[in-house]
Every structure is written in C-alpha cells, then in structure tokens.
C-alpha cells in the first residue's frame, strides 16, 4: 500500500557538497547541483516506475513477500525517506497500522456509506496523496458466536 499510495510524494533534500549527476542513458544530460541547491526526490514516480516494478500500478503485496524482496533495487521504496533523516516514527507506525486493521476487520465489516466516494479520487488541494472528501466508510460490527 505505501508503495502504490506513498502519503509523501517527494523528498526534498538541500545540497551541502557541490555534485555531478551523471547522465546515464543517451537521452539524459548530466545535471550539476550547486551548493545550497534543494532538490526533489520523486517518490511517487520511483514508486510506479516500470524500470523499478513490473506491472507498477498493481497492487500485488508479494512483491515484499521473504521469496520476492530480495529483488526490490535498493532506494526504489522510499515510504519513509532514506538516510540519517528518515522517518523516526516508521516502525510504530507501521506497527500501529497493523493493530489497527486487525482490531477493525476481527470486529466489524467494511461497509459503504452515502459519503462513500466509489471510486475513489485523489485530492486535488493539498499537497499529499489523501481522498477527495475524505476517506468515509461504516462499521457493521460482527456477532462472533462462541460455540
Ligand atoms: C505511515 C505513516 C508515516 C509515513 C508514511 C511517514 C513518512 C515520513 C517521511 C517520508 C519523512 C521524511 C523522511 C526523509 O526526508 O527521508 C518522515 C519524517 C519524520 N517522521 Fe514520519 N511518517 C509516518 C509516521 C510517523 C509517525 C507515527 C511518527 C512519530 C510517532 C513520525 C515522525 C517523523 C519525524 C519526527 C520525522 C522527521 C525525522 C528527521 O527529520 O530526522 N512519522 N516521515
């Protein structure tokens, strides 16, 4: 989920060290960043680029499975940056997210509501991957009967 839906789209990056990106493919030109420079690192396009993910705009979790994840290119995933600044908070939100889902689908069934948008579309406003309107769903608990 985070590789196709990142909630932070880029990563910014301020320059302390004057360096030469080298152009790799014909097409490309050599980019020079200056000291000082801020530059943006496209998480989203990593994410859904083919050259990093066959089929990218599916949502196919085995790719992380122990088998698959040896071969994700390294810095091709990047939910929560990389390097000394990275997200402090990833593994309790991860860990977060995880109680979360369990604790709601063990008791209740995912139900659509009149403010359900079906299909979903992104926001236009603001700055990160978030619905338009919301994310709005109901809650039918589940009886579990105890034999
Ligand atoms: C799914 C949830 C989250 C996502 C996707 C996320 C993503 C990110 C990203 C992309 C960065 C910037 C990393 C970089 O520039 O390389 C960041 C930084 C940070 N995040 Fe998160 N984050 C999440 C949850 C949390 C939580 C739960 C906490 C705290 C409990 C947290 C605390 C921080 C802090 C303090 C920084 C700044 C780290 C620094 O500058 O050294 N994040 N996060």
Redesign the pocket.
């Known amino acids: 989920m985070?590789r196709k839906w990142?909630?932070?789209i880029v990563?910014?990056?301020q320059c302390t060290k004057p360096y030469t990106l080298q152009a790799v493919k014909k097409e490309e030109r050599d980019i020079e960043i200056k000291l000082d420079d801020t530059i943006w690192?496209p998480?989203f396009a990593i994410h859904r680029s083919p050259e990093n993910y066959t089929n990218p705009d599916k949502f196919d979790p085995e790719r992380f499975s122990e088998e698959n994840k040896g071969s994700i290119k390294p810095y091709t995933y990047?939910?929560?940056?990389?390097?000394?600044?990275?997200?402090?908070?990833?593994r309790?939100?991860?860990l977060?997210?995880k109680v979360l889902l369990f604790k709601i689908l063990l008791n209740f069934e995912l139900i659509p509501t009149p403010k359900t948008r079906i299909p979903m579309q992104l926001a236009k406003d603001g700055f990160n991957h978030t619905a338009q309107g919301g994310f709005w769903f109901g809650f039918k608990k589940i009886n579990h009967k105890l034999k």
């Open positions: 985070l990142p909630p932070v990563k910014d990056r690192i998480t990047l939910p929560f940056g990389v390097g000394p600044r990275n997200c402090i908070g990833s309790f939100a991860l977060e997210a």
